[in-house]
């Protein structure tokens, strides 16, 4: 059983990179597999993964890469062998251990190219859960030139969703991105993901809003409120550019197919917001015009209470100010979407209140979902 003896200092300390052959910058290379060499031994457990291979991306790639496990250290290659004058990119994504259980926190990566040039066409960008509204770590990317449809150059998005996919060749390139939610490095039926074709002369940008892609249209069900509020919400998320409206909903009764009328359709998450909005504003009218002295106690309490929180939130934020200038590592911001987040529910307000007992039906035309 390999391990350290006892006594002395705890390890704490990553697995440290001394050296990769080929070298980055390395053209006309000429070997069997790149060789990535550490001052310990390496665990062949990395952290967030099954096996070596799954935090290992060479990009271009026409399948799964071999990762041998040597100790102190990690030989890759292609299961078909180095192309010939094709410039790859060997990375090893964060995650890889010592037997102490220390994980890298940065990728490693190598350049080379086993012709005379390194191309420098580069795309980059973010990777958004368009549904969610954030961005996907880890979410895989891969590129195809052409007709070409087996090799594939590959990248991996950061903890923040930001990607970039280096080395490649002015041409027509289609990019697509996808959430690998089950870690086995391919695109799944009921995984989301998005895709973009691109004219490369050197760089681009592209941001992906990834979900998931079927053939089924939206299809609601349906929660009364009271007497004349109705929650719809569809099983699916619909696409923004398609807002309903009244006319896109239907109320008929069972009994005569008689129609009771829609007289507005809002978005669920405006009209919660109006609705609070409104309450509190009843809520500060109905106090105001109780002149009891219970009412007047409970406001000054209140009163006194909110100036509480307000001291409170204003002696933290000087506290995390004077954190802040004490901290001198880079707090990078999480990047924000610029989409506005799919519609996946609407509150409709109806003319006349519904009757008890009585059955409805409630057609929808013209919802569109995100496919």
Known sequence: SMGMPPGGPLDKRPPVLLFVLPDT????????EVLFRFDKVLSERPRGAQSLAQIVVVSPSDGPAIVDWRRQQLAIRPRRGWRANTAYTVTILPGLTDLNGNSTTKPLHTEFSTGSVIPGGVV???????VAQ????????????????????????DSAGRFVLPNLPPATVLVRAFFDQNNNLALDRREPWDSARVVLADSARLDFYVFVHDSIGPHPTVTPTDSVTLRVKFDRPLLPGARL??????LRRTIDSSEARVRRAWPA???DSLAAVRKKSTADSAAKADTSAAAR????????????VLR???????????????????VVPLPKPARPAPISEYVLELAAPLVSNAGMRLEVRGAVGLS
Do not use: H, P
Not at 124 to 130: A, K, T
Not at 145 to 154: E, F, M, V
Not at 245 to 250: I, Y
């Open 25 to 32: 910058g390395t053209v006309n290379a000429r070997m069997r």
């Open 124 to 130: 980059r960008g973010v990777v958004f859960d368009w």
């Open 134 to 157: 954030r961005a996907v770590s880890g979410a895989r990317i891969e590129a195809m030139i052409g007709a070409d449809t087996i090799l594939r150059y590959l990248a991996a998005a």
């Open 245 to 250: 409206d009244s006319s896109n909903f239907v």
């Open 269 to 271: 998450s405006e009209y």
């Open 297 to 308: 106690s409970a406001r000054t309490k209140a009163d006194s209470a909110r100036a509480a």
């Open 312 to 330: 409170d939130s204003i002696s933290n934020a000087q506290i995390a100010s004077i954190r802040a200038a004490r901290d001198t590592s880079r």
